[in-house]
């Protein structure tokens, strides 16, 4: 009976990890493993909902884009907004790879292109906003790529030491990793914090003319910087090794992928859309006036 028990044990510790493997290929887990089915939907749903709407907007906008002299920020936006959309919905949806060691590299090299992009338009939009009204067209472009530009090669060099000199799992976040990693965080948190803060602490004083008037960005640097801070406190926290610090940093990270995007759209690209709509209202009703559609309503 004992020899029988024995046997019946060694068989299901040899079934165990091969029923395991088959319950993480299925196509329910990719979605449930790893960070969990509630975190890999908070991410997946905001991500594909917000590129269908770019595609669903796409003929519309190019052809408001092409129309008369768009301005060149603007054009360069939102073509870099589809990059970096596509990008971070690949991010989202291939969650899973993250709890799978062959996948490590892929899941690095894809992390490390979706979270610079996001902080190409991030740091570019800062670089604009601290430029005021005073320039325009080629030259306000440039200088906002330039300095975005050399910011997130600063930035893409130093986690690529990290990532793949140092082997520190920066962008696995499905546990508390080491704390190199989290050091690297807090400065990279701590240094948007502060810039943040210094531009409400602006818009605030008598240096608030310096800065465009539109509330929109207002309000955009305040949503990013309570989001930026929140985030520098959680991860204080996983350093310090409080695991609540780990739900706080997760949580913030669930909001910059699937919301940031839509905001840096609504914040600096759905006004100029709408007007270039009313241009081309005001254009189509002066074609029509003066070819005498409207001339009935006078007699």
């Known amino acids: 009976m004992r020899r029988w028990l024995a046997e019946g044990v060694m068989e299901l510790a040899v ?29 997946m749903l905001p991500s594909l909902a917000f590129v269908g709407f770019l595609a669903w907007q796409a003929r519309r906008s190019f052809r408001r884009l092409s129309y008369g002299r768009s301005h060149v920020v603007v054009v360069a936006y939102y ?19 993250q709890c799978m060691p062959e996948r490590a590299f892929s899941w690095n090299v894809l992390s490390l292109f979706t979270k610079s992009g996001m902080l190409f338009l991030e740091v570019s939009l800062i670089a604009f ?22 910011v997130v090669a600063a930035d893409v060099l130093l986690k690529t030491i990290y990532v793949f000199g140092f082997g520190v799992s920066l962008f696995i976040d499905v546990d508390q990793g080491t704390g190199g990693k989290w050091g690297l965080w807090i400065l990279h948190k701590l240094v948007l914090t502060s810039v943040y803060g210094l531009i409400v602490f602006m818009y605030h004083s008598r240096w608030r003319d310096r800065l465009p008037a539109k509330p929109a960005y207002y309000n ?21 090794g409080a695991g609540f610090g780990l739900w706080l940093y997760n949580l913030t990270s669930v909001c910059y992928h699937s919301l940031y995007l839509p905001l840096l759209y609504v914040t600096f690209l759905a006004d100029f859309f709408q007007e270039e709509d009313m241009l081309l209202e005001n254009v189509y009703y002066s074609e029509m006036k003066d070819a005498g559609f409207f001339d009935a309503d006078w007699d």
């Open 15 to 43: 079934e165990a990890p091969e029923a395991n493997a088959s319950s993480q290929s299925g196509p329910m887990w990719w979605v449930t493993g790893c960070h969990g089915a509630l975190y890999s939907l908070a991410v």
């Open 129 to 150: 906003l601290l430029q005021g009204n005073e320039t325009s067209g080629f030259e306000s472009l440039a200088r906002t790529f330039v300095i975005s530009g050399a």
């Open 220 to 240: 955009y640097v305040c949503a990013m910087l309570l989001l930026n801070g929140i985030s520098l406190f959680g991860c204080f926290l996983v350093a310090t």
């Open 79 to 97: 073509a870099l907004l589809w990059a970096v959309a596509i990008l971070n919905l690949l991010w989202c949806f291939l969650q899973a790879w």
